[in-house]
């Protein structure tokens, strides 16, 4: 989304109930989708976000379901740092829509804590692993099915399978050509794409309160101790599985390389990252997850990875219309590295698998 104008910021900023008048505000993080800002009063500090209404058609839905889990969470929650707080607006309300169509929400700075958009070590990833798993336990009485679909068919693998064979069929930019063996690789693991959903229509896999987006970046730690503090960007909080929030970590976070390193022989998977991972997802899931569900963990490492991958390339295709890309190749280098982790995940099948097994003991 292109960037807000200030006058656009300063009109939603009046809307919100903040302590404190506003002495600046300047865009703030890493994130892919929403805009962000650290907003900064005599008081305190925000966090004020225009949601990406492009990727979220229904901001007001979302917004309802951010409301009902943050409430959820913050019953049980021992330090309010826990949780996200949202500022209301001087109506009350979770959100303000302003005349030119922008969606803003406010949620209170957590202080003295870190996001890390690469873990720094075993330990950090084990925080993450833990606060995504603790996410599932404190959800897990949570009626999921209640929740928004925010992104519809967010991750239902075979879907994203045929967008990517529409967008490959269109081919608007002739890209296609560049990207024969990407193209290919996609293509040759189609049987593979309906396996999660068949396991959920055989009762193996329950339907979960899921985060849909598990990066170490949406994660804060406590900045003294380095332990989980709170799960943040909740945009994409569905009905969904517990498999695939721990794939999704697995995918940006059990690499030896950053999502767009360019030098494929940098990008390996990371046996031991993924361990330490697992002990952290299932400690903090409190061995709440079924045993069905725990053995099909690698699987969904994996479905993310290839998922992950054929979006990038469907946007490479379609001219880099969803995430942001700094250069024209972003997205396609971005899907190589997704790929070169799948035939990893691959080789390593059996040992992903007694990892599991081991950890869940
Ligand atoms: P996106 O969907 O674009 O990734 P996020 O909600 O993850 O947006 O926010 C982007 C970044 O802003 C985060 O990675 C984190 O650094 C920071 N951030 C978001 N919310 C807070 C908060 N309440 N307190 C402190 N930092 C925050
Ligand atoms: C996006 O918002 P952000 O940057 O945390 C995307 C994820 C992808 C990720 C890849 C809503 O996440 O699904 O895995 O980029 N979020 C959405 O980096 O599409
Ligand atoms: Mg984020």
Redesign the pocket.
């Known amino acids: 989304m292109p960037k807000k104008p200030d006058s656009q910021i300063k009109q939603a900023l009046r809307q919100f109930c903040l302590e404190g008048t506003p002495v600046s505000f300047a865009p703030?993080?890493?994130?892919?989708?929403?805009d962000?800002y650290l907003v900064t009063t005599d008081q305190k500090r925000y966090?004020l976000?225009a949601i990406n209404h492009f990727v979220f058609k229904e901001p007001a839905l979302l917004m309802e379901n951010i409301e009902r889990v943050t409430a959820f969470l913050r019953r049980n929650a021992r330090d309010p740092r826990e949780v996200?707080t949202l500022v209301p607006t001087l109506s009350g309300d979770s959100f303000y829509h302003d005349p030119q169509g922008d969606f803003w929400r406010v949620?209170?700075?957590?202080e003295n804590?870190i996001?890390l958009d690469r873990v720094e070590s075993p330990a950090d990833f084990y925080e993450c692993a833990a606060a995504f798993g603790k996410f599932q336990r404190d959800l897990s009485s949570f009626p999921a099915e209640t929740l928004h679909e925010t992104i519809p068919d967010f991750h239902n693998t075979p879907k994203r399978y045929r967008d990517f064979l529409q967008a490959l069929e269109r081919d608007p930019l002739g890209r296609a050509a560049a990207a024969q063996k990407e193209i290919a690789f996609v293509k040759a693991r189609a049987d593979f794409y309906p396996l999660l959903l068949e396991a959920s229509r055989k009762g193996d896999l329950p339907l979960r309160v899921s985060h849909n987006d598990t990066k170490s970046?949406?994660v804060?730690l406590d900045a003294v101790t380095r332990k989980a503090l709170c799960v943040?960007?909740l945009?994409t909080i569905m009905p969904g599985f517990s498999v695939t929030d721990f794939g999704d970590a697995i995918r940006f976070g059990a690499s030896t390389a950053a999502e767009d390193e360019q030098d494929l022989d940098r990008v390996r998977l990371d046996l031991d990252l993924f361990k330490v991972y697992t002990e952290g997802f299932l400690t903090g899931a409190g061995h709440r997850l079924t045993e069905s569900e725990v053995l099909l963990l690698p699987e969904g490492a994996k479905m993310m990875t290839i998922e992950c991958g054929m979006r990038f390339l469907a946007d490479y295709l379609e001219g880099d219309v969803y995430f942001k890309t700094a250069y024209p190749e972003h997205n396609l280098v971005r899907a190589r590295t997704q790929f070169k982790l799948v035939e990893e995940m691959e080789r390593y099948q059996e040992t992903l698998k007694e990892i599991v097994r081991t950890v869940n003991r």
């Open positions: 703030y993080g890493n994130g892919h989708i929403n962000t966090i976000q996200l949620y209170l700075f957590l804590s996001c970046n949406n804060m943040i960007d945009d």
